[in-house]
T-cell receptor, first 113, second 114 residues
Framework: GDSVTQMEGPVTLSEEAFLTINCTYT??????LFWYVQYPGEGLQLLLK?????DKGSNKGFEATYRKETTSFHLEKGSVQVSDSAVYFC????????????FGSGTRLLVRP | SQTIHQWPATLVQPVGSPLSLECTVE??????LYWYRQAAGRGLQLLFY??????ISSEVPQNLSASRPQDRQFILSSKKLLLSDSGFYLC?????????????FGNGTRLTVT
């Protein structure tokens, strides 16, 4: 079945460092891909999305490119801030009528000042 | 604009007690509705989803149940809680009929079963 694999955390970086969080997927058909962010004690917020191959989603300095050839959707940011500390989830949409999202296990990011 | 409300925000319940968590969505009609659970330090597990009133699909067999008595109301219930039911429960909605529509989450309910 469809699945999402994320790099295990925690990822610990110093402020202004470059961030990459790896995400690969397995899916039938052509899913849409998403990154969500969860701040402590809160629900998930949509960070960015891409709906077809070679699309680049971007928001708040974060970017991810839908790579069909490598089935990847890695999250990047050029310069992280302490306020970016959170758990990041990669997800893909199924193609059945319920339009469920399948989530990865999440990657915790800790940015130190 | 659309909003989603979940309550309560936190809940501590003894083993064997009943559970009722409520979720309502405003500003949209006939949304797809979802219940997810996030166990401590783990990812999200889809528990139930609904594409319409009275239509509930269960993803994981367990002692929880869900109901959708109104178009924009989604309820998660249990008759007798287990210790393993502890976790962070998230309700979400999405626009029906669009396979690139993201999920919009509520702020979650943290349930501790003691």
């Amino acid at each position: 079945g469809d699945s999402v694999t994320q790099m295990e955390g925690p990822v610990t970086l110093s402020e202004e460092a470059f961030l990459t969080i790896n995400c690969t997927y397995t899916a039938t058909g052509y899913p849409s891909l998403f990154w969500y962010v969860q701040y402590p004690g809160e629900g998930l917020q949509l960070l960015l999305k891409a709906t077809k191959a070679d699309d680049k989603g971007s928001n708040k300095g974060f970017e991810a490119t839908y790579r069909k050839e490598t089935t990847s959707f890695h999250l990047e940011k050029g310069s992280v801030q302490v306020s970016d500390s959170a758990v990041y989830f990669c997800a893909l949409s199924g193609v059945d009528s319920s339009y469920k999202l399948i989530f990865g296990s999440g990657t915790r990011l800790l940015v130190r000042p | 604009s659309q909003t989603i409300h979940q309550w309560p925000a936190t809940l501590v319940q003894p083993v064997g007690s009943p559970l009722s968590l409520e979720c309502t969505v405003e500003g949209t009609s006939n949304p797809n509705l979802y219940w997810y659970r996030q166990a401590a330090g783990r990812g999200l597990q889809l528990l139930f989803y609904s594409v319409g009133i009275g239509q509930i699909s269960s993803e994981v067999p367990q002692n929880l149940s869900a109901s959708r008595p109104q178009d924009r109301q989604f309820i998660l219930s249990s008759k007798k809680l287990l210790l393993s039911d502890s976790g962070f429960y998230l309700c979400a909605w999405s626009v029906p009929g669009a396979n690139n529509s993201p999920l919009h989450f509520g702020n979650g309910t943290r349930l501790t079963v003691t």
